[in-house]
T-cell receptor, first 114, second 113 residues
Framework: NAGVTQTPKFQVLKTGQSMTLQCAQD?????MYWYRQDPGMGLRLIYY???????DKGEVPNGYNVSRLNKREFSLRLESAAPSQTSVYFC?????????????FGQGTRLTVV | KQEVTQIPAALSVPEGENLVLNCSFT??????LQWFRQDPGKGLTSLLL?????REQTSGRLNASLDKSSGRSTLYIAASQPGDSATYLC????????????FGKGTRLSVIA
């Protein structure tokens, strides 16, 4: 059972470079999410996709874009990386309806912007 | 805006103790609440999901309770072990099943052998 898979696991970028973080889930979930985790700030929502074909901003969307490529995949793009985007990024998925909306998380991408 | 608070921020206990981690939230219109465990440098592992209509949920040595009207949840860990050392995160979802989770900042637990 792969669950939620994120790539890459580690990345170092220079200021101004761009990159895309990939996320895929194999649980047939409707909803997918991107969070960032910073010391002292906890997990904060960047963007989410409640269902295939929809995306919405979260608490900290500036500097990011997302694409819900299909039901399985949800990517996060940094167009021009800044040191403030140094963080650990987590992708998650869950079912949207019914009683079992348990969320499952990937192992994270550790991004450093220098 | 939903806010989730976890107290204490850190806790150190001797092995074998029973302990309680606290979580409070400001908006009682939640769909469910989920407890996670996070080991250093790792992702989040789901421990328990408790629906808004439930009062408690159990898994092994873990018991989560929910008092929606007062905006509180507790995670009870029985007979703690060094392997329980981790950060425990509380997250609430609401008011519908497709709204994102809002997280507390976690309680860092150390169980000393």
């Amino acid at each position: 059972n792969a669950g939620v898979t994120q790539t890459p696991k580690f990345q170092v970028l220079k200021t101004g470079q761009s990159m895309t973080l990939q996320c895929a889930q194999d649980m047939n979930h409707n909803s997918m999410y991107w969070y960032r985790q910073d010391p002292g700030m906890g997990l904060r929502l960047i963007y989410y996709s409640a269902s295939e074909g929809t995306t919405d901003k979260g608490e900290v969307p500036n500097g990011y874009n997302v694409s819900r490529l299909n039901k399985r995949e949800f990517s996060l793009r940094l167009e021009s990386a800044a040191p403030s985007q140094t963080s650990v990024y987590f992708c998650a998925s869950s079912e949207a309806l019914g009683l079992n909306t348990e969320a499952f998380f990937g192992q994270g991408t550790r991004l450093t912007v220098v | 805006k939903q806010e989730v608070t976890q107290i204490p921020a850190a806790l150190s206990v001797p092995e074998g103790e029973n302990l309680v981690l606290n979580c409070s939230f400001t908006d009682s219109a939640i769909y469910n609440l989920q407890w996670f465990r996070q080991d250093p440098g790792k992702g989040l592992t789901s421990l328990l999901l408790i629906q808004s209509s439930q009062r408690e949920q159990t898994s092994g040595r873990l018991n989560a309770s929910l008092d929606k009207s007062s905006g509180r949840s507790t995670l009870y860990i029985a007979a703690s072990q060094p392997g329980d050392s981790a950060t425990y995160l509380c997250a609430v979802r609401g008011p519908s099943g497709n709204t994102p989770l809002v997280f507390g900042k976690g309680t860092r637990l150390s169980v000393i052998a």
